[in-house]
């Protein structure tokens, strides 16, 4: 392992999916491009968490954009903290904020933006938005690319 692994200890090892997003442990590598301005996306079509009310699943496209500072987080970490709301209750509200804090808190981006497109819950659907602030002057940032929700339409 390379020194930016050697703290690792989810990448290259079996890790079983941690059982609440409380007990997920999301890990950063040291970003070999720190002081440049660049985006990193990540998108993941397949989030599941479940209604903290009825217990039934809800479905949403999640689109994470950062501006890395001085860490990059490790992408096995966040698939594995992304997948633990699978069994977790919460508002689409909750968990699509709480996910760009956690972020925010292990990773401390020069900016961060998280786009949480949820399928309908009653009928409706329920997009969610959140982001630390105005984007870095001079950043190229491509539009989420999400549609809104149709139907079948």
Known sequence: ????????????????????????????????????????????????????ITDQPDFAHLVIDYVPGDWLVESKSLKLFLGSFRNHGAFHEDCTVGIGKRLVQAIAPQWLRIGGYWYPRGGMPI????????APAGLWLPDQGVAGYRGRG
Do not use: I
């Open 1 to 52: 392992m390379s020194h930016y692994t050697d703290a690792l200890t989810q990448l290259g090892a079996r890790t079983d999916l941690p059982a609440s997003p409380d007990q997920a442990v999301l890990e950063r590598v040291p970003n070999p491009q720190a002081g440049e301005v660049y985006a990193v996306r990540f998108t993941q079509p397949e989030f599941t968490s479940l209604c903290p």
């Open 127 to 134: 997009d969610v938005f959140w982001q630390t602030g105005a």
